[in-house]
């Protein structure tokens, strides 16, 4: 990934989100309270499009009075339908993701509520006359190979087992997007999203996943470092902001039912996450260690993301090194968040 961040570096084929295309359109973000959601609205209103967040369980986090707030539960379909009033395009960014250390029965709770709020949406932009919807996928789709997996292999091959409930249940919201998109005029953009993290991520001991655990260890000043797995696990990481913009570009540019891998596009191992957070939390006295008998899901993921750039223009402008080290300041600049998780 480059390491720059700044907009003047960016390559001939790297773009932002087109004003012209986003200016005045009205979008809404389901699940616009949370990490992903959150981050999408303030892109969208910067690209100058009018954005609207429904609001459920959590109260919302951005403050800008521009932000057209929606009380609605999306599991219910008439609140869908409410919060669709007037809107010409969706991102589904509502719901809860699973992580290594999550229980089955409680990752069985998660799978039922993300296929109801999903098929609630497609439904209700449907029913009003949505142009475009957004829908995450997930990498965990893919097939357990070791090389970069491009958007053509998803069906090549089962889940990875330690994937089996998770990453089935995101093939089959692909179909769910797949199966309005050939009987309605709603354009359905899906997104492959690789190991997103940055400030507003979720720190949870019971459900964060791995950077973010780690980094809240680091704060707490754990010693000695206990990392899960042998450290030679292989991840794909990209920052929340790229994301964003990667998500902007789709909406843009993506074709109908036609997936996207949006992600950072290098190997990182968890030694080097390790050595990362470490270095943004200026722990250089810890006794670290690495244990191979915890859970640790898939052992190697590597994404290609040569299509995000040649169809989107797309590529990450923020290194790890620098992103790791803003959300290490975003999360000690919480006295909200960290009091109640460095208990």
């Known amino acids: 990934m480059q390491g720059s961040g700044e907009r003047e570096s960016w390559g001939p084929m790297i773009a932002p989100p087109s004003p012209t295309f986003f200016g005045g359109r009205s979008c809404l973000v389901a699940g616009g309270t949370g990490f992903i959601g959150s981050h999408c609205a303030e892109a969208l209103l910067a ?9 459920h369980r959590r109260p919302p986090v951005l403050t800008d009075p521009r932000f057209d707030l929606c009380t609605a539960d999306l599991s219910r379909r008439e609140d869908c339908l409410r919060a669709m009033d007037g809107i010409d395009t969706v991102i589904h960014a509502a719901g809860g993701v699973g992580a290594a250390g999550v229980g089955p029965q ?55 087992p330690a994937y089996y409930g998770y ?14 998109a050939q009987r309605s005029n709603l354009t359905a953009i899906i997104v492959r999203p690789g190991a997103v993290y940055g400030p507003r991520d979720n720190f949870d001991p019971a459900t964060s996943h791995v950077l973010p655990a780690l980094i809240r260890r680091a704060v707490a000043g754990d010693n000695p470092f206990v990392v899960w797995g042998t450290g030679d696990e292989v991840r794909d ?57 915890k859970p640790v899901a898939i052992p190697v993921r590597r994404i290609d993301t040569a299509k995000a750039l040649q169809q989107l223009g797309f590529t ?25 998780l460095l208990k």
């Open 47 to 55: 690209a100058g499009a009018r954005v609207r967040l429904t609001v």
């Open 237 to 293: 990481l990209l920052h929340v902001s790229d994301f964003a913009r990667g998500c902007l570009l789709a909406l843009e540019k993506a074709g109908n039912c036609d997936p996207v891998n949006i992600a950072g596009g290098e190997a990182v191992t968890v030694r080097t996450m390790v050595s990362h957070v470490l270095t943004a939390t200026g722990r250089r006295d810890v006794e670290l260690r690495f244990d191979a008998g």
């Open 316 to 340: 990450p402008v923020i290194g790890l090194a620098e992103g790791v080290a803003d959300t290490v300041r975003w999360f000690r600049d919480q006295p909200a968040v960290t009091g109640r």
């Open 106 to 160: 409680a990752l069985m709770v998660g799978i039922a509520e993300l296929l109801t709020l999903t098929a609630n949406l497609l439904w209700a932009a449907w029913t009003a006359g949505v142009r475009r919807i957004l829908i995450f996928s997930s990498s965990t789709g893919y097939p357990a190979f070791d090389h970069p997996v491009r958007e053509d292999e998803f069906w090549t091959g089962p889940v990875h």
């Open 167 to 180: 990453g089935w249940m995101r093939r089959y919201l692909e179909r769910q997007a797949e199966f309005v």
